[in-house]
């Protein structure tokens, strides 16, 4: 039986909420939101970090509450607890991300616990003893799972000689770290020039950023040039397998070339990674998994940086079908880019498309980090209305013809982590294969 699709909502109906902005003269970008569900503010405060060494980069980031001159870790998980609030820190190659929330009557002393640790962190020696060893086995645990070889691999086989080659330090090298490199980097680095602080809640947005510029303004500095060249063109070439012994499953990973947010075709594109493998309803997920069950899930995400965007393909396979799960995959992107979404198909893409955007959008929280994401890119909420109506009218020949240039197979790199010696045989009667180790 034909099942009759719901004609989608106007996309003219984007809601945005009221939002202010300002750069105050320490360098620091306050863009405050009211959105008044409940008495809560979220705060996300992004700080440039491209290029900071890696290592005390990550530490830092795990240690970054521990203590004050004033106060320990104890003292400030108190004194956020008392205003219902939390504070916590984490990293990627491009920024030192401060996230939490309190209630909104205590937006002034959460924003003045935030300031006592940006201007007078001290790293105590035990504290970061502790963080030192918590995280040095965080990652030995990651250097154990096939997920995190595959993404390794992966990055550097995408990458090269980039910064993004190498997301995440050797344990050794954390291991060594004294509190001492930690304040330097943070004297360094966690400046106020180019930040940028978001505020979203139950609150007034021009009260808000008053309040933020008072207590914040003192927090002072310009950290050096962080800035990244452009990510490298993908450079095709043998699949790369990565041996790992006596492993019951494969990890097969895929990188395409991808467009940023604000490349005028970048909707179409994304409609096109959705019909291909975007979401639970797509091709590769139908194909591997409901119709040949090779896996439980395969997902492919556009993955945004700053200096560029690539999407990654993944699965986990069973070592038996490593070979047909790829011959799928290799037919699914050749699928795609040959030939033009089905009406239905597409329209079934473009309200997930357009759902999620909304509810992402429908918590203070999901508010915040869409807010803080795109003040990553030089970006406002007003692009969310721009990139909707492009979600809304996209055709399926724009989609076609983005799929067509972005999503052959022809460019894609390949990396498969698995049993070498029961999968190399399977792999190498499809393509060239280049073997290394794990």
């Not at 939390?86 to 003045?112: H, K, V």
């Amino acid at each position: 039986m034909t099942k009759t699709l719901p004609d989608l909502v106007p996309d003219a109906a984007l809601n945005l909420p009221p939002e202010r902005e300002r750069t105050l003269p320490n360098g620091l970008t306050v863009i405050a939101i009211r959105r008044s569900a409940v008495p809560l503010v979220e705060v996300r405060l992004r700080i440039p970090f491209a290029r900071a060494e890696l290592a005390p980069a990550t530490l830092l980031s795990q240690a970054l509450f521990t203590g004050t001159s004033g106060m320990n870790s104890i003292d400030i998980a108190a004194a956020l607890q008392a205003v219902g609030g939390s504070l916590g820190a984490g990293i990627d190659p491009d920024r030192l991300l401060i996230s939490g929330n309190a209630l909104a009557d205590g937006l002034d002393r959460t924003l003045e616990l935030l300031a006592s640790v940006l201007t007078d962190a001290t790293y105590p020696v035990e504290e970061v003893s502790t963080e030192r060893d918590r995280l040095g086995d965080h990652i030995q645990v990651a250097l154990s799972q096939p997920a995190h070889l595959a993404r390794v691999a992966l990055l550097k086989r995408m990458y090269g000689d980039h910064p993004y080659a190498v997301q995440t330090p050797e344990p050794e090298e954390i291991r060594a770290l004294s509190p001492e490199p930690l304040r330097e980097l943070h004297a360094a680095r966690v400046r106020p020039a180019g930040a940028v602080l978001v505020l979203v809640g139950d609150i007034d947005p021009d009260q808000a950023i008053d309040t933020a510029e008072k207590i914040l303004g003192g927090w002072s500095g310009r950290a050096p040039d962080g800035g990244l060249p452009p990510i490298p063109v993908l450079e095709t070439g043998p699949l790369l397998l990565v041996d790992r012994p006596g492993s019951v499953q494969s990890s097969l990973r895929l990188a395409l070339p991808a467009l940023t947010r604000t490349d005028p075709d970048y909707a179409a594109f994304n409609l096109a990674n959705l019909v291909f493998g975007g979401y639970f309803s797509s091709r590769w997920t139908e194909n591997i998994r409901e119709d040949k069950g090779y896996t439980y899930g395969a997902y492919s995400s556009i993955d945004h940086y700053v200096a560029g965007s690539a999407l990654v393909a993944a699965a986990e396979v069973a070592t038996e079908v490593t070979g047909p799960s790829l011959l799928e995959t290799v037919y699914e992107l050749g699928r795609i880019a040959s030939l033009p979404p089905g009406e239905e198909e597409l329209e079934q893409a473009r309200r997930y498309a357009l759902g999620t955007l909304r509810l992402g959008m429908s918590t203070q929280a999901g508010l915040a980090g869409l807010a803080g994401m795109y003040a990553g890119f030089g970006l406002r909420l007003d692009h969310l209305r721009e990139y909707s109506a492009a979600l809304a009218a996209a055709t399926r020949e724009e989609v076609a013809a983005a799929a067509t240039k972005y999503l052959a197979p022809s460019r894609a790199v390949t990396v498969i982590l698995g049993d070498a010696e029961k999968i190399e045989s399977q792999l190498s009667a499809l393509t060239v294969v280049e073997r290394s180790a794990a």
